[in-house]
Nanobody, 125 residues
Framework: QVQLVESGGGLVQAGGSLRLSCAAS????????MGWFRQAPGKEREIVAV????????YYADSVKGRFTISRDNAKSTVYLQMNSLKPEDTAVYYC??????????????????WGQGTQVTVSS
């Protein structure tokens, strides 16, 4: 069984930065792609960024490209999301997720079997 625990959310002013972390338990972390998703009130959950199992490939949604960076430390079973130049429209609950059958980039939620509890990110204008 895999458990994912996010941390690092909070309230920040527009233009500021936050770093989210997601610590995983279980032996599948280093062999699985990891993703960050977000869900704003009244909206569907959307993909933010994905990193391959090795860390050699990444994917970003157009809305965050150039501002967010996803990375991972397989020795620590942790994935990170560095968020810079935050905008009010980045306000959402952010979730990390693990895709146990995929080492490469996958973007659809159906590939992700394990999800964290979510961490709130609020960007004030």
């Amino acid at each position: 069984q895999v458990q994912l625990v996010e941390s690092g959310g909070g309230l920040v002013q527009a233009g500021g930065s936050l770093r989210l972390s997601c610590a995983a338990s279980g032996r599948t972390f280093s062999g699985a792609a990891m993703g960050w998703f977000r869900q704003a009130p009244g909206k569907e959950r959307e993909i933010v960024a994905v990193i391959s199992a090795s860390g050699g490939s990444t994917y970003y949604a157009d809305s965050v490209k150039g501002r967010f960076t996803i990375s991972r430390d397989n020795a620590k079973s942790t994935v990170y999301l560095q968020m810079n130049s935050l905008k009010p429209e980045d306000t959402a609950v952010y979730y990390c997720a693990l895709a146990p059958r995929s080492r490469n980039i996958v973007v659809h939620t159906t590939n992700y079997d394990y999800w964290g509890q979510g961490t709130q990110v609020t960007v004030s204008s």
